[in-house]
T-cell receptor
Framework: DAMVIQNPRYQVTQFGKPVTLSCSQT?????MYWYQQKSSQAPKLLFH???????NEADTPDNFQSRRPNTSFCFLDIRSPGLGDAAMYLC?????????????FGQGTRLTVV | QQQVKQSPQSLIVQKGGISIINCAYE??????FPWYQQFPGKGPALLIA?????SEKKEGRFTISFNKSAKQFSLHIMDSQPGDSATYFC??????????FGTGTSLTVIP
């Protein structure tokens, strides 16, 4: 059974049109992460939540925002998608911070910007 | 700046052979080194991880070798099988802080 679920699997959006990607988890984990993975590149951490505490990476563009309304759900909002934002977006969860506990990844949402 | 360098980018191995993927890091403060396996259309999944207090960790056919002085670690897949064909990512970081991924190695095991 899927434990970290991302919807949709594939998303096509227009240049500049706001888009939201969603992630839900059934693990009741404290930490939720969003990664961006471009083709043939390493996943890059955008931000993470530890419970309600939001942690933004210094080099994450302002165009990317996140919301975590409750333990189970986390959203990635891209306010004005550009062509360079086309990528796989991965959500992950962990009971505690990485290194202390294992991180579980969802299947990802592949975003296409047209 | 690439915090973790991974090689090779792609690897082709015969069934039954040994697959070896190498990673190097710069930050001596890193204390956790996981390896992830990613199949097409799936998210990465933790395969095996090591901490710098040991030089080797083995789980089944998968072994991590760790060289703290050289700041290098590697994944060895013994008796490689076609089902092992996937992309493998190493990662490194500090417990409780951000982890940095390598650029990945696409492994193909030929029957």
């Amino acid at each position: 059974d899927a434990m970290v679920i991302q919807n949709p699997r594939y998303q096509v959006t227009q240049f500049g049109k706001p888009v939201t990607l969603s992630c839900s988890q059934t693990l009741n984990h404290n930490v939720m992460y969003w990664y961006q993975q471009k083709s043939s590149q390493a996943p890059k951490l955008l931000f993470h939540y530890y419970d309600k505490d939001f942690n933004n990476e210094a080099d994450t563009p302002d165009n990317f925002q996140s919301r975590r309304p409750n333990t189970s759900f986390c959203f990635l909002d891209i306010r004005s998608p550009g062509l360079g934002d086309a990528a796989m977006y991965l959500c992950a969860t962990s009971r505690d911070r990485q290194g202390l506990t294992e991180a579980f990844f969802g299947q990802g949402t592949r975003l296409t910007v047209v | 700046q690439q915090q973790v360098k991974q090689s090779p980018q792609s690897l082709i191995v015969q069934k039954g052979g040994i697959s070896i993927i190498n990673c190097a890091y710069e930050n001596t403060a890193f204390d956790y080194f996981p390896w992830y396996q990613q199949f097409p259309g799936k998210g990465p999944a933790l395969l095996i991880a090591i901490r710098p207090d040991v030089s080797e960790k083995k789980e089944g056919r998968f072994t991590i070798s760790f060289n703290k002085s050289a700041k290098q670690f590697s994944l060895h897949i013994m008796d490689s099988q076609p089902g092992d064909s996937a992309t493998y990512f190493c990662a490194a970081g500090n417990t409780g802080n951000q982890f940095y991924f390598g650029t990945g190695t696409s492994l193909t095991v030929i029957p």
